[in-house]
């Protein structure tokens, strides 16, 4: 399997691909028997993505939404019909809005055998509850200033395909959970001495007229930025 070109991660989701960009950077080829977290690109299969895109991650606690919407599908019992049941319990039962009921259809997939049919999660509630309770312990910034300072150390890329690995931040013009303490503190990681003004590890993108859900209120705005950081 292939390493992905790109990683793209929406809020919870957002922090996530951060700390996999991250933890990719520090890993050690499969064998290795290096004892510092010193990479080695030269022998790892599985390098960092091209780019990792952010959207509207804000360090600190997670989104009120993510909270509300783990504790609406932890009270659905399993395994479940249909899809178009799963929407009616969320939607009416727990209160979830109906993009987002949706959405968790997709996060379904049939019983296993020996199950009586229907559909099951795709995904582990107990992990992401723990993951949850880690968020605000995760140093947003510090990772960021971390990744590019791998960047920096690597200027002819990382891994076999010698990529540079760079973020992308989406920042919702309408969230007001980004104060200005929080974009001036990422500013001035963007200001550092250390890394290169004129190539860029990490960029900041503004989507005005977008909420929390930035795929949802500004999908072409959204394509414009993760097109260009493709390129």
């Known amino acids: 399997v292939g390493s992905p070109v790109g990683v793209v991660g929406h809020s919870f989701g957002g922090r996530t691909a951060l700390q996999y960009v991250h933890t990719l950077l520090h890993s050690h080829p499969a064998g290795s028997s290096a004892s510092s977290d010193v990479y080695h690109p030269e022998d790892d299969d599985v390098h960092p993505p091209q780019a990792t895109f952010i959207l509207d991650a804000v360090p600190g606690q997670a989104h009120g939404s993510v909270a509300r919407v783990v504790d609406a599908v932890s009270n659905v019992l399993m395994p479940i019909g249909s899809k178009k049941e799963l929407i009616s319990q969320l939607m009416g039962t727990h209160g979830v809005d109906e993009p987002t009921a949706l959405w968790m259809t997709t996060n379904l997939i049939k019983a296993p055998d020996g199950k009586k049919g229907g559909f099951v999660w795709t995904f582990d509630l107990d992990v992401i509850r723990q993951i949850l309770d880690d968020f605000p312990q995760q140093d947003f910034v510090e990772l960021t200033r971390d990744v590019g300072a791998r960047y920096v150390n690597h200027p002819d ?41 004129h190539d860029p590890f990490l960029t900041m993108h503004t989507l005005p007229n977008a909420g929390h859900n930035v795929h949802v209120d500004d999908l072409d705005g959204l394509m414009r930025l993760l097109e260009d950081g493709l390129k």
């Open 157 to 197: 890329g990382i891994g076999s395909g010698r990529r540079k690995s760079r973020l992308g931040l989406v920042i919702a013009g309408k969230n007001d959970a980004w104060t200005p303490s929080i974009t001036d503190e990422l500013n001035l990681t963007l200001r550092e001495k250390s890394l290169p003004s």
